[in-house]
């Protein structure tokens, strides 16, 4: 499994980004996988998570009804589409396949990540 996030970027409150998180060995289609994210000085948290049939979307409490997970297994691509963002929302977002093939909210139940993706939100 080889993951890379890309669609980060500088927003406004209230705006939108798209994220996508893609796997260049596509081995990874079997697999549960998840979105975390890193704000400066804080500890890496969970966003949310996908079963590895796209069932089964897990959120923080934090950005539900705002967030939304899928994924394209055809193009071994996982998306985060972020609507209503916050400045609290500002931080390194990062994707991951698990070691299983269901969704989890446990940072320990994930053992592929990629590279992150800067997603700044301005008040």
């Known amino acids: 499994v080889q993951l890379q996030a890309s669609g980060g970027g500088l927003v406004q409150a209230g705006g939108s980004l798209r994220l996508s998180c893609s796997d260049s060995?596509?081995?990874?289609?079997?697999?549960?996988m998840g979105w975390f994210r890193q704000a400066p000085g804080k500890e890496r948290e969970i966003v949310a998570a996908?079963?590895?049939?796209?069932?089964?979307?897990i959120y923080t409490e934090s950005v539900k009804g705002r967030f939304t997970i899928s994924r394209d297994r055809s193009k071994n691509t996982l998306y985060l589409q972020m609507d209503s963002l916050k400045p609290e929302d500002t931080a390194v977002y990062y994707c991951?396949?698990?070691?299983?093939?269901?969704?989890?909210?446990?940072?320990?139940?994930?053992?592929?990540w990629g590279q992150g993706t800067l997603v700044t939100v301005s008040s």
């Open positions: 996908i079963a590895w049939n796209g069932g089964s979307p």
């Open positions: 991951a396949a698990g070691r299983s093939s269901s969704a989890s909210l446990r940072i320990a139940s994930y053992a592929y």
């Open positions: 060995r596509r081995t990874s289609s079997n697999n549960g």
